[in-house]
């Protein structure tokens, strides 16, 4: 992927994790709601400020609104899940090409010095350092992205 191409698909995540985010705090306000309303009509009877039947009608239908909003919570989470996992993978892709530019322009320096008979072992010792973090975070890239590209589009 180009480094372009991944600051976009980076950019577009991080928007829609803004928006998932709003998202999750409007549900959150309105379970919140929901609550303070179902523990307020049982008190309203009591007190004689609305009948029986009339309560456990907008109970009823409360009820039915807070298991809605809850069940999409549950689905903003997930949806959420999903972006903050792939915008990890898309980070580490990121390192990982970075680290491949600071390594080669580490070899080229490094080439440039022997070529003086200069010799550098503190430079040979961030190449070993680099090629190990790619090494290592490049499979740790491939793995996410490939969970992810499995999750997706395994049956079931």
């Not at 309105?30 to 523990?39: A, G, H, P, V």
């Not at 009948?51 to 809605?68: C, F, H, P, V, Y």
Request: no cysteine; proline share 1%; glycine share 4%.
């Amino acid at each position: 992927m180009a480094f372009s191409q991944l600051q976009n698909a980076m950019a577009t995540l991080r928007m829609s994790l803004a928006e998932i985010q709003n998202k999750e705090r409007q549900l959150d306000t309105l379970i919140s709601q929901f609550r303070t309303q179902l523990r307020r009509l049982p008190r309203q009877v009591v007190y004689g400020k609305t009948g029986l039947e009339s309560s456990l009608s907008a109970m009823g239908e409360i009820e039915e609104r807070l298991d809605d909003a809850v069940a999409n919570r549950r689905r903003v989470l997930e949806i959420k899940k999903s972006a903050l996992e792939e915008l990890q993978a898309l980070e580490l892709v990121k390192q990982v090409d970075e680290a491949r530019q600071s390594l080669q322009s580490l070899r080229q320096r490094v080439r440039a010095s022997l070529e003086k008979d200069e010799e550098d072992a503190e430079s040979a010792a961030e190449i070993r350092r680099l090629e190990t973090f790619i090494a290592g975070h490049s499979k740790r890239a491939e793995q996410a992205i490939t969970t992810r590209y499995e999750e997706r589009h395994s049956p079931g």
